[in-house]
């Protein structure tokens, strides 16, 4: 009894532990397979988002240099360009305003108006003052201001109709005459209209006003979002939206300006520690890459502030605060954090733990049948592990042949030994075939890796198997030749363009043709036909060598799968050719064939479908 449980429990105990470290080893795998691809996407993501920082810079810059000024186009990711002069941001909306004197006479009939209106209330003679204002005005800043007190005397005496006339009156003539505040006259006049519900003509203005240039003053961006919400429509909620994102990045630009960080003697350091390179530093919500550049070497140096939201490919954003989940930019972002997708990265889950119980209870009531699959697992595992090592063994060797032969025939050549001009061109044509037959090695082992990893796509169009097929015995026209063998090409012309992917059904061929000169003993006689029938085109690869056994012919198409028998084994392959060739094939809705006998040869039938003219 103590034997029997013995031989259940132990062989249960150890696989439950198997089990549990080969969790444990997925599980840390999976962890290092998501670190790598995280990192893999992060430079990839830093890669595209410094060429498209580059093309908007050179972009930008072109665009200074032509001195079309500092209004952006509209679908620009840029969000501001501003001088920088003395170390300080020159920002959009500052103008340098001038206080516009007022004569004597019209400061004169204003005081005298103002004290009608405020302190005797007497708002009859508080008009006929600004009226004589009006008249001695000779400045447009005084006949706006003349025409606003004389609005407000008239409402407050009740002439509504008079105060409306020269409100409407304002909102033509002093669309461009601004307070020392930088607010246009004809804004207040536009107030004043909409909050006595006079608000047709003075809506549009404010419309106007709200589209009329991308940084205006803060005190009439404020304004004008005032009046908006006192407005309705679509047209009105539309600019209200535009403008309070307007807003926000005015308030931005005025933090950045006056942040006590000083974020762009930040960048300048981090530029001159990287000369040639342009740092961004980020900075805000969004937030912006602001970067600062010289249009020419004499030329005054601007700083440009990129939206981050509208150059950052998708499938990431950007931010400046550091998260568990954020990971920085790296080399030439300042303060830039990427946080990416949830599940983007996350390891794959591992089998839950209760599972492990019932795991015991299985391998307990079946632990004959476990040491069974064990033990064939086990030598499925040797076998694959020795067809891994003879595949790395056979590898080694393809890539030495033509390699040792490409440096041999190049020295040779480097040191002037050739012998003449036929030789020295035969050995560069010896050259460029084992370099083709090198790439085509190289080709075959990628792709194998990316039909393992469900990678592999192909491009199908309209393509003339005639011409591939002679591309292909082209192709192998030399190394036949140079051992010896004579290539029979008969090709149906007739066949109609079929829709495929030209390189690689050109690399099944050769892949088959490859085969046929390895296996063809000493026969020297490999033929390749192109015909048609039953609605299929067949390319035929024929050989008379060795041939295959029939137990052989059912795994030749499995990857890592040789023949060994004693004329296979001192023969150099990698197992995967006709592997790829059967892939390539069957991606094609078609199929491979493979007649042969030991001693008499293979033909490899590779059948395309086509599509018979009705």
């Known amino acids: ?51 498209r920082l580059q093309t908007i810079k050179l972009q930008e810059v072109n665009r200074l240099i032509g001195e079309s000024g500092l209004n952006l186009p509209s679908d620009s990711p840029i969000v501001f360009v501003v001088p920088l002069q003395e170390g300080r941001m020159v920002l959009p909306w500052e103008e ?77 003539s002093c669309n461009s005459v601004a307070d020392d505040d930088g607010i246009p006259l004809g804004l207040y006049a536009a107030e004043r209209l909409i909050t006595s519900g006079q608000d047709d003509a003075a809506g549009e203005y404010v419309l106007h006003r709200a589209n009329a240039s991308q940084w205006p003053p803060p005190n009439e961006a404020y304004l004008i979002r005032s009046l908006l919400t006192a407005m309705s429509g679509d047209r009105t909620k539309h600019a209200s939206l535009q403008l309070s994102t307007e ?48 249009p020419t070497s004499f ?71 476990a040491a069974y699959f064990l033990l064939r697992d086990v030598n499925r595992e040797i076998q694959l592990a020795e067809m891994r090592s003879h595949f790395v063994a056979s590898v080694s060797h393809e890539l030495k042949t033509p390699l040792t032969a490409i440096r041999m025939f190049a ?24 370099s083709e037959r090198l790439s085509r090695l190289v080709d075959n082992v990628l792709d194998f890796s990316r039909i393992e990893q469900g990678s592999k796509v192909y491009r199908m169009k309209p393509t003339c198997l005639p011409d591939v097929v002679r591309s292909a015995a082209r192709t192998m026209q ?40 390895k296996y063809s003993g000493n026969a020297r006689q490999i033929e390749i036909r192109l015909r048609r029938g039953s609605g299929e085109a067949f390319i035929d690869v024929v050989d008379h060598g060795l041939g295959i056994s029939r137990e052989d012919q059912a795994k030749i198409f499995e990857k890592f799968y040789r023949v060994r028998s004693v004329e296979t084994d001192p ?35 590779v059948r395309i479908p086509i599509q018979e003219p009705t």
């Not at 005298?112 to 708002?123: C, V, W």
């Not at 201001?145 to 033509?172: I, P």
């Not at 939206?307 to 998260?323: F, I, K, N, Q």
């Open 247 to 294: 807003i926000r990045n005015m308030e931005q630009i005025t933090e950045l300006a006056n942040d006590d960080r000083d974020p762009l003697s930040r960048l300048k350091a981090a530029s001159r520690s990287a000369p040639g390179d342009l740092s961004w530093i980020g900075y805000g919500d969004e937030p912006w890459l602001i970067t600062v550049l010289s």
């Open 96 to 172: 340098k305003r001038v206080s516009t004197l007022r004569s004597a006479e019209f400061t004169e009939r204003q005081l005298e108006g103002e004290a009608l209106e405020f302190r005797a209330n007497d708002f009859t003679r508080a008009i006929a003052a600004y009226l004589q204002a009006l008249h001695v005005a000779r400045k447009p800043i005084e006949k706006c201001e003349a025409q606003l007190w004389l609005g407000r005397a008239y409402s407050k005496a009740g002439k509504t109709a008079d105060a409306a006339r020269v409100y409407h009156a304002m909102l033509g």
């Open 571 to 605: 023969i150099a392959g990698t197992g995967l050719g006709l592997t790829l060739a059967l892939h390539i094939v069957e991606a094609h809705k078609g199929r491979v064939q493979v007649q042969s006998e030991l001693g008499s040869g293979s033909t490899f039938s």
């Open 299 to 369: 030329a005054t140096s601007v700083v440009m502030a990129v939206s981050s939201g509208r150059v950052v490919p998708d499938g990431a954003r950007l931010t400046t605060e550091h998260t568990a989940t954020s990971t920085p930019l790296g080399e030439g972002f300042l303060d830039v954090q990427v946080e990416w997708p949830n599940g983007r990265f996350t390891p794959p889950r591992v089998v839950p733990g209760v599972l492990y119980a019932a795991i015991l209870v299985l391998t307990i009531g079946a632990t004959m049948l």
């Open 1 to 51: 009894m103590f034997l029997l449980l013995s031989a259940i429990l132990i062989p249960a105990a150890v696989l439950i532990t198997l089990a549990v470290r080969v969790v444990r080893q997925e599980t840390e795998l999976g962890e290092r397979r998501a670190a790598e691809e995280r990192r893999d996407a992060l430079d990839q993501l830093r890669r595209e988002l410094s060429a």
């Open 411 to 434: 020295e040779t050549l480097v040191m002037g030994r050739a012998g003449g001009e036929q030789a020295t061109a035969e050995y560069l044509r010896t050259i460029v075939n084992e």
């Open 478 to 517: 030399y190394p036949f030749s140079q051992l010896g063998f004579s290539l029979t090409v008969e090709i149906d012309e007739s066949i109609p363009p079929v829709p495929a992917n030209s390189d690689a059904l050109e690399q099944a061929i050769l892949n088959l043709l490859a085969n046929a000169m």
